[in-house]
């Protein structure tokens, strides 16, 4: 099928998106992981991607995909086993609803990350609305995708990528087994799979860089 390879930069959830999907499908790719700041990266991406000019970026055969849902589709398109989309046609437009719907509703997870005061208690409510949605859509079911993982599930994959993270950096804990206790054990599933669990980063490397970030954002004598 070709030489593929996928350039990134740590840590993305968009990047890591495309890592477990090839995981999953078991395609043999070469990761480029780079930074924005140097200069051979930076060509790369002006080559592959010189619309956006960030990652992720699939290369299959020489030839550049970007946009992380979109690359998503190739990959199903590309290399259709094991499926990340329903066959059924309705359970197909279905999966892509709830796609839709969660990178329409993670801006909330956002300003959760970099807001403070009122604006905070806000994102922090909209935060648990979003994720009382996903606990009612997912149910008792292993994973969205029912007993595999599917293309929601590699989406959504970020929140237990990195969500926990983020809400030791901001001092409050939202997801709670108590009160979502079906994305809990999601998020356990979904940690646990191979293709997944030997592709995610340590949580104390992820909480310096995103410590790092929101202080940057957000001076300590605001935030505190």
């Avoid at 970026?57 to 550049?64: F, N, S, T």
């Amino acid at each position: 099928m070709g030489e593929v390879k996928l350039l990134g930069v740590w840590p993305s959830p968009y990047v890591y998106r495309i890592i477990w999907a090839l995981e999953l499908k078991g395609v043999k790719y070469e990761y480029v992981e780079g930074e924005f700041h140097k200069p051979d990266f930076t060509d790369l991406l002006y080559k592959y991607n010189p619309v956006y000019k960030k990652v992720p970026v699939l290369v299959h055969d020489g030839k550049p995909i970007a946009e992380s849902t979109v690359i998503l589709e190739y990959i199903e398109e590309t290399w259709p086993y094991p499926p990340l989309l329903p066959q059924d046609p309705y359970e197909r437009a279905m999966a892509r609803f709830w796609v839709s719907f969660a990178e329409e509703k993670s801006i909330s997870f956002m300003s959760f990350f970099v807001t403070v005061g009122e604006e905070f208690q806000n994102a922090t409510k909209e935060v648990r609305e979003v994720l009382k949605v996903l606990e009612e859509t997912i149910g008792g079911e292993k994973y969205f995708g029912g007993e595999e993982i599917g293309v929601l599930d590699i989406n959504l994959g970020w929140i237990a990528l990195s969500f926990g993270v983020i809400e030791d950096v901001v001092g409050v804990e939202v997801l709670v087994v108590n009160d979502f206790p079906c994305l809990f054990t999601w998020v356990q599933n979904f940690r646990e799979h191979p293709a997944i669990k030997t592709n995610l980063p340590s949580h104390q490397e992820l909480f310096a860089y995103y410590k790092q970030k929101r202080d940057t954002i957000i001076p300590s004598e605001v935030a505190s």
